[in-house]
T-cell receptor, first 114, second 113 residues
Framework: DAGVIQSPRHEVTEMGQEVTLRCKPI?????LFWYRQTMMRGLELLIY????????DSGMPEDRFSAKMPNASFSTLKIQPSEPRDSAVYFC????????????FGEGSRLTVL | LAKTTQPISMDSYEGQEVNITCSHN???????ITWYQQFPSQGPRFIIQ???TKVTNEVASLFIPADRKSSTLSLPRVSLSDTAVYYC??????????????FGAGTRLAVHP
């Protein structure tokens, strides 16, 4: 398996623009997670899904952030409108909940909002 | 939530054994202890997980005392490529409690030649 695939790897945009980050989890995994990492706040869990259903979105910073999982092989994290403070590395991870609970992370999407 | 405390940074030399200790005084009965490793510009990678006593795999060993209020990740004979940030997490991810798995600041390990 190719692992968790995220796109784009790097995104530079201007304040106010819409940003969409994409994630393809490992086939067969039933949990999907979106994390954000910054120097100041470290790794923060934004939201996670189980069987495509959002379970906990309490980490989503505000209404500008939204996440969807239309099917088992695809998820998006959208920021609209984007702000400079959203600059961070966004990681997607997946896991098979019936196993050890090990999370498999993608390589991340580095977002810079100017 | 079970909070973890680990050293901010550690230094070692190639070939040495490195032990990173994590404190988790409020660990719950159902909580497991999990360690992740993160290299620059990469996502965290699972290293090892345990509940009690000792767990060993091809990468590391995890020592957990009887009271489970702390745990020690042991990396045998480190190399330069082991330079990374190491995170200790405590939680009950088996019952879907992933929101309780909190990545703290981690321990930044630097291995020197």
């Amino acid at each position: 398996d190719a692992g968790v695939i995220q796109s784009p790897r790097h995104e530079v945009t201007e304040m106010g623009q819409e940003v969409t980050l994409r994630c393809k989890p490992i086939s067969g995994h039933d949990y999907l997670f979106w994390y954000r990492q910054t120097m100041m706040r470290g790794l923060e869990l934004l939201i996670y899904f189980n069987n495509n259903v959002p379970i906990d979105d309490s980490g989503m910073p505000e209404d500008r952030f939204s996440a969807k999982m239309p099917n088992a092989s695809f998820s998006t994290l959208k920021i609209q409108p984007s702000e400079p403070r959203d600059s961070a590395v966004y990681f997607c991870a997946s896991s098979f909940g019936g196993d050890t609970g090990e999370l498999f992370f993608g390589e991340g999407s580095r977002l810079t909002v100017l | 939530l079970a909070k973890t405390t680990q050293p901010i940074s550690m230094d070692s030399y190639e070939g040495q054994e490195v032990n990173i200790t994590c404190s988790h005084n409020n660990i719950a009965t159902n909580d497991y202890i999990t360690w992740y490793q993160q290299f620059p510009s990469q996502g965290p990678r699972f290293i090892i997980q345990g509940y009690k006593t000792k767990v060993t795999n091809e990468v590391a060993s995890l020592f957990i005392p009887a009271d489970r209020k702390s745990s020690t990740l042991s990396l045998p004979r480190v190399s330069l490529s082991d330079t990374a940030v190491y995170y200790c997490l405590v939680g009950d991810n088996f019952s879907g409690g992933y929101n309780k798995l909190i990545f703290g600041a981690g321990t930044r390990l630097a291995v020197h030649p």
